[in-house]
């Protein structure tokens, strides 16, 4: 069975950073793509960052290109999410989800990932 498990949220003031992680195990990671996703209250849950694991192509939200980087570790079946310059609207929760298959480009659609973490609280105060 897959686990992804998050870490790394908390509480920053706004133009500082953080750095979540996602660690996956439970199955072999040499191809399918990882997605970061998050969700604020009352709004719907959206794609922020995305990796393939074979080829590292990366994809990003419009609204954290330039301020998030996304990368990956294979050795450590590891994905990290860098989020610099954090502004108040990048408060919510962050979830990490996996999607098995072959990818070109990564995907965004939330339904597109089968594996999902807990999620970890990201607030930015002002």
């Known amino acids: 069975q897959v686990q992804l498990v998050e870490s790394g949220g908390g509480l920053v003031q706004a133009g500082d950073s953080l750095r979540l992680s996602c660690a996956a195990s439970?199955?072999?990671?040499?191809?399918?793509?990882m997605g970061w996703f998050r969700q604020a209250p009352g709004k719907e849950r959206e794609f922020v960052a995305g990796?393939?694991?074979?080829?590292?192509?990366?994809r990003y939200a419009d609204s954290v290109k330039g301020r998030f980087t996304i990368s990956r570790d294979n050795a450590k079946n590891t994905v990290y999410l860098q989020m610099n310059s954090l502004k108040p609207e990048d408060t919510a929760v962050y979830y990490c989800?996996?999607?098995?298959?072959?990818?070109?480009?990564?995907?965004?659609?939330?339904?597109?990932?089968?594996?999902w973490g807990q999620g970890t609280q990201v607030t930015v105060s002002s």
């Open positions: 989800a996996g999607a098995s298959g072959m990818y070109v480009l990564v995907p965004s659609r939330v339904t597109t990932y089968n594996y």
């Open positions: 439970g199955r072999s990671f040499s191809s399918g793509a």
């Open positions: 990796i393939t694991w074979n080829g590292g192509t990366t």
